[in-house]
């Protein structure tokens, strides 16, 4: 794009570059586990030797990139993570085992070399070394705007994609339009696996209070019944009958609702950026779950509660949504459990005899769940090997490749009867639960996205503050965090220098 033609998105990066007002990892990191954001554009990098980059990171471990690998970068799912430690040993065992192995069987001439955030490598360091990555497996709904996009990492493969005949058609409808409505009126990257949203329950809660269990197809309704009735005192026991992530709940919302106002264009200035949370969609929706948060003594904690998380015993919540990463944890599978947590994982599992079905629908006979967690492929613009890369990202939405995915515990994002049948196969510590309500349903569609741009805004003011800490209803909770806090924030993070 030439600077005659700079988007405002692109004046305000460069702008804010040049007056020193955006700096690397700046943006709103809560935890070490998320990777960091930055505004940050990457640097030409001095070479260590002939066709090698070395990339310096905070663990001081040697880490460098040859010209002939093709580098893959992973980050904001959990598993990847596993295996490292903070003396820099790099996290390598859930790649190899569902992805790398496979991608090094197929294609023998390829030199794969792969990092994880952030053992021992983060975005920034990557960026100032100048090494881009060829392949990135990511978080399109938040991580697009938040990471790629400011570094310019991103670029519209929709072309790459057809002529590599990869048929997005056959692909999870969620997914796909999940990451449209984040590429600015094209299409970034390819989704890989969804991590599913489902609803956990403890088969001794239910048992030892003589209630039916909830079943696929469960209404809120239905379910809002069974927390009424297993929230409830035993001798000096307590327990909770139902946890659901309230800012998941609208962010990913079964409706479809996208909280942006559509306008004249894809990149519209930050100050005209428009927000839409209090018709009576979004009314409907939130007060739907604010009827969970109001059963005295349900008050919401965490979802981890289910195993255990902030109440003092463990096994002591009936209900939760979560995802299906943490089923594969809670299971005690070694994918998906730090090596120094097993023994903890292992005790606490003695309180939990699981059950999971279909996350509850919002009318009866409806089959909607959840938005997808997706997790997608994208290939930068600065890509040494973008051949490379495209041939891997076909072959990893292949249906060979989303078996194997699938059967490390994963959902697809081909659904097709081997895909099905094969989920959990790898991971034994699921044979003894039923997992046939992975693959029930269908994901919701974000719908009337064009013409917006996506900023990550507080929905968390929605439930957490203003419901939870303020005590307001449901209507006066939508109306400030629409007329109040959005536009605060946004006004907030350009002062910073930061576009999302």
Same mark, same amino acid.
């Given at each position: 794009?030439?600077?005659?033609?700079?988007?405002?998105?692109?004046?305000?990066?460069?702008?804010?570059?040049?007056?020193?007002?955006?700096?690397?990892?700046?943006?709103?990191?809560?935890?070490?586990?998320?990777?960091?954001?930055?505004?940050?554009i990457p640097r030409a990098a001095a070479q260590s030797a002939a066709g090698v980059v070395d990339i310096p990171n905070k663990?001081?471990?040697?880490?460098?990139?040859?010209?002939?690998?093709?580098?893959?970068?992973?980050?904001?799912?959990?598993?990847?993570?596993?295996?490292?430690?903070?003396?820099?040993?790099?996290?390598?065992?859930?790649?190899?085992?569902?992805?790398?192995?496979?991608?090094?069987?197929?294609?023998?001439?390829?030199?794969?070399?792969?990092?994880?955030?952030?053992?021992?490598?983060?975005?920034?360091?990557?960026?100032?070394?100048?090494?881009?990555?060829?392949?990135?497996?990511?978080?399109?709904?938040?991580?697009?705007?938040?990471?790629?996009?400011?570094?310019?990492?991103?670029?519209?493969?929709?072309?790459?994609? +057809?002529?590599?005949?990869?048929?997005?058609?056959?692909?999870?409808?969620?997914?796909?339009?999940?990451?449209?409505?984040?590429?600015?009126?094209?299409?970034?990257?390819?989704? =890989?696996?969804?991590?599913e949203s489902l609803l956990f329950y403890n088969k001794l809660i239910f048992d030892k209070f003589g209630v039916k269990y909830?079943?696929?197809?469960?209404?809120?309704?239905?379910?809002?019944?069974?927390?009424?009735?297993?929230?409830?005192?035993?001798?000096?026991?307590?327990?909770?009958?139902?946890?659901?992530?309230?800012?998941?709940?609208?962010?990913?919302?079964?409706?479809?609702l996208y909280p942006f106002v559509p306008g004249s264009s894809e990149q519209p200035a930050p100050e005209d950026v428009k927000?839409?949370?209090?018709?009576?969609?979004?009314?409907?929706?939130?007060?739907?779950?604010?009827?969970?948060?109001?059963?005295?003594?349900?008050?919401?904690?965490?979802?981890?509660?289910?195993?255990?998380?902030?109440?003092?015993?463990?096994?002591? =919540?009936?209900?939760?949504?979560?995802?299906?990463?943490?089923?594969?944890?809670?299971?005690?599978?070694?994918?998906?459990?730090?090596?120094?947590?097993?023994?903890?994982?292992?005790?606490?599992?003695?309180?939990?005899?699981?059950?999971?079905?279909?996350?509850?629908?919002?009318?009866?006979?409806?089959?909607?769940?959840?938005?997808?967690?997706?997790?997608?492929?994208?290939?930068?613009?600065?890509?040494?090997?973008?051949? +490379?890369?495209?041939?891997?990202?076909?072959?990893?939405?292949?249906?060979?490749?989303?078996?194997?995915?699938?059967?490390?515990?994963?959902?697809?994002?081909?659904?097709?009867?081997?895909?099905?049948?094969?989920?959990?196969?790898?991971?034994?510590?699921?044979?003894?639960?039923?997992?046939?309500?992975?693959?029930?349903?269908?994901?919701?569609?974000?719908?009337?996205? +064009?013409?917006?741009?996506?900023?990550?805004?507080?929905?968390?003011?929605?439930?957490? +503050?203003?419901?939870?800490?303020?005590?307001?209803?449901?209507?006066?909770?939508?109306?400030?965090?629409?007329?109040?806090?959005?536009?605060?924030?946004?006004?907030?993070?350009?002062?910073?220098?930061?576009?999302?």
């Amino acid at each position: 794009m030439s600077e005659g033609n700079m988007s405002r998105r692109g004046l305000l990066r460069n702008g804010a570059l040049i007056g020193g007002l955006a700096a690397f990892g700046g943006a709103l990191q809560t935890s070490p586990a998320d990777a960091s954001s930055t505004s940050a554009i990457p640097r030409a990098a001095a070479q260590s030797a002939a066709g090698v980059v070395d990339i310096p990171n905070k663990y001081n471990v040697p880490f460098s990139v040859a010209d002939d690998e093709l580098f893959v970068f992973a980050a904001n799912f959990k598993p990847f993570e596993l295996g490292g430690n903070d003396n820099g040993r790099e996290a390598h065992r859930y790649f190899d085992a569902v992805f790398g192995d496979a991608i090094r069987a197929k294609f023998p001439n390829i030199k794969l070399k792969y990092a994880t955030w952030d053992y021992p490598i983060r975005y920034e360091d990557i960026a100032k070394a100048g090494r881009v990555p060829d392949l990135i497996l990511e978080d399109p709904r938040l991580r697009i705007d938040r990471d790629l996009e400011p570094l310019g990492w991103t670029q519209d493969i929709t072309s790459l994609v +057809q002529g590599a005949g990869i048929d997005l058609t056959k692909l999870n409808v969620g997914s796909v339009e999940q990451i449209k409505s984040r590429s600015d009126g094209g299409l970034y990257g390819v989704p =890989l696996w969804i991590d599913e949203s489902l609803l956990f329950y403890n088969k001794l809660i239910f048992d030892k209070f003589g209630v039916k269990y909830p079943a696929v197809g469960s209404t809120y309704d239905d379910v809002y019944k069974l927390a009424q009735k297993l929230t409830r005192q035993d001798g000096i026991h307590h327990y909770k009958g139902y946890m659901q992530h309230p800012d998941n709940y609208l962010a990913m919302n079964q409706l479809g609702l996208y909280p942006f106002v559509p306008g004249s264009s894809e990149q519209p200035a930050p100050e005209d950026v428009k927000v839409n949370l209090t018709n009576a969609e979004w009314k409907s929706v939130a007060n739907n779950l604010y009827r969970f948060l109001m059963i005295p003594r349900n008050n919401f904690t965490t979802v981890d509660d289910f195993f255990k998380g902030d109440m003092s015993f463990p096994g002591h =919540l009936a209900m939760a949504v979560n995802n299906l990463s943490k089923l594969n944890a809670y299971a005690l599978s070694s994918y998906y459990i730090e090596e120094d947590d097993a023994a903890q994982f292992a005790e606490w599992a003695k309180s939990v005899k699981i059950g999971v079905t279909s996350m509850p629908v919002l009318s009866r006979g409806s089959n909607t769940i959840y938005q997808p967690d997706t997790r997608a492929a994208f290939i930068p613009p600065q890509s040494q090997h973008k051949d +490379q890369a495209l041939d891997v990202i076909k072959y990893l939405v292949s249906e060979e490749m989303q078996t194997r995915i699938s059967s490390y515990g994963m959902k697809a994002v081909l659904k097709t009867d081997a895909v099905v049948n094969a989920f959990g196969t790898a991971i034994p510590e699921l044979a003894a639960i039923d997992t046939s309500a992975v693959y029930w349903g269908e994901n919701a569609v974000v719908k009337n996205y +064009q013409n917006t741009e996506y900023w990550d805004i507080p929905l968390y003011k929605v439930f957490r +503050q203003h419901v939870l800490k303020d005590g307001m209803d449901v209507d006066s909770s939508l109306l400030v965090t629409e007329t109040q806090d959005i536009p605060d924030y946004i006004k907030a993070q350009v002062a910073r220098g930061l576009t999302w």
